[in-house]
């Protein structure tokens, strides 16, 4: 696995754990489909189904995180989200996408900033 990917996979574990911790409950991770992959779908604490995009940085000095969440990132999102809820019977949720930015620690866990509602 390249430095990338694993980079990317520890993130996605972080936010999942902090996810739970926040009182969230895990439905996928990964999913995939022809349109796309959505990292984590969870459900918040109010029921509110919540796509979330997972941005990992080693650091932030080129650029934030959430900024490589594009126009065009949005549109792939939103598409293989509306895939998501006809497979699953869920259209009639309530529904938002989130982004969480990870900046990985040398020690312990890292720092995450949570944005519910990004786009």
């Not at 926040?22 to 990292?39: M, N, P, T, V």
């Not at 497979?87 to 529904?95: F, V």
């Amino acid at each position: 696995m390249d430095e990338r990917k694993r980079l990317g996979n520890q993130g996605e574990e972080a936010v999942t754990r902090w996810l739970r911790r926040e009182g969230y409950q895990l439905l996928a991770s990964q999913y995939r489909c022809r349109f796309g992959e959505i990292d984590l779908i969870v459900r918040s604490r109010e029921g509110i189904l919540c796509f979330v995009e997972v941005k990992t940085r080693s650091s932030s000095r080129f650029s934030a995180p959430r900024e490589a969440v594009t126009p065009a990132k949005q549109r792939k999102l939103r598409t293989t989200a509306q895939l998501y809820l006809a497979q699953t019977g869920q259209g009639e949720c309530l529904c938002r996408f989130d982004v969480a930015e990870v900046y990985p620690a040398p020690e312990g866990e890292p720092t995450i900033n949570y944005i519910a509602n990004a786009f």
